[in-house]
């Protein structure tokens, strides 16, 4: 492998090249849409772009049943994150320490939802809602959230919590702190940027996310199920591109937010394997 200036290893010029295609694939869509969501002409995708406009924002903003469907997916994704972060949180501190019969099948399970398709997520939460008797709505659609988006939080808090050296914590059961004044000024302390990085992450994950919620949401109309009935009506097709702009905006730059408050955390010493 050759190395820089500063004798820091570099990649071969292929790699290079995959990757960065790999990166123009992948970004190239989302590219177009942010172009056609400033086009002046009210097609769908005529080339070349007419001109530079805003106009299509402000109608965006002016369709109260796009601002319905937004307020809808704020507010489900809002309450979504917040019990995936209790939830995944109190998971994380029963896990990562103790030794019991069954501690990898809980891990698996909390892993299991975000591993599984969402087609057969979506359907497993319908039958067992249809068997509890409840009808598809808000509390639905939070429920079938909150079972992908507890094992953001639970896996960005148990690996931190094994990587936080053990040792703090005998240091202040030593000097005779209880079992709340050392979760308080050292557990929690240590922890507390990896529950804030998997709650963000979960909250982008529920905002934009479509399969489980068409199964979840019954009368009820998400963002994306908004974004997806819109396909449907080539005319509105310049509004369609700025709330999908929105929506990668509102996804992206959590996401971002949370890898840097989680930067720089992967050599922490005393890690406990």
Request: aromatic share 10%; charged share 15%.
């Amino acid at each position: 492998m050759r190395s820089d200036n500063n004798g820091k290893p570099t990649a071969p010029l292929l790699l290079r090249l995959v990757v960065g295609g790999g990166f123009v694939f992948m970004l190239f869509p989302i590219f177009v849409i942010a172009m056609y969501a400033f086009n002046d002409e009210s097609s769908a995708f005529s080339f070349p772009l007419k001109g530079f406009t805003l106009k299509w924002f402000a109608k965006a903003l002016e369709r109260p049943d796009m601002l319905q469907a937004a307020l809808l997916s704020l507010e489900v994704a809002a309450l979504a994150s917040l019990f995936a972060t209790v939830l995944g949180t109190l998971a994380a501190l029963a896990v990562y320490r103790r030794e019991f019969t069954g501690r990898d099948t809980v891990h698996l399970m909390f892993n299991l939802p975000i591993a599984l398709p969402g087609i057969i997520t979506g359907i497993a939460l319908l039958s067992s809602l249809r068997l509890m008797e409840l009808e598809p709505g808000l509390l639905t659609i939070i429920i079938g959230h909150i079972t992908f988006c507890v094992v953001m939080v639970y896996n960005n808090v148990v690996s931190r919590l094994r990587r936080m050296p053990h040792s703090l914590i005998e240091c202040s059961m030593d000097l005779g702190a209880n079992s709340f004044q050392t979760f308080r000024h050292i557990i929690l302390p240590g922890m507390a940027t990896a529950m804030l990085a998997g709650g963000i992450l979960a909250f982008s994950l529920s905002f934009d996310e479509i399969i489980v919620t068409t199964f979840t949401a019954g009368s009820e109309r998400t963002l994306p199920i908004w974004l997806l009935n819109q396909l449907t009506k080539p005319r509105d097709m310049p509004v369609t591109n700025v709330v999908g702009l929105l929506v990668t905006l509102m996804t992206t730059i959590p996401i971002i937010f949370a890898y840097r408050l989680t930067m720089g955390t992967e050599g922490t010493e005393g890690a406990v394997k």
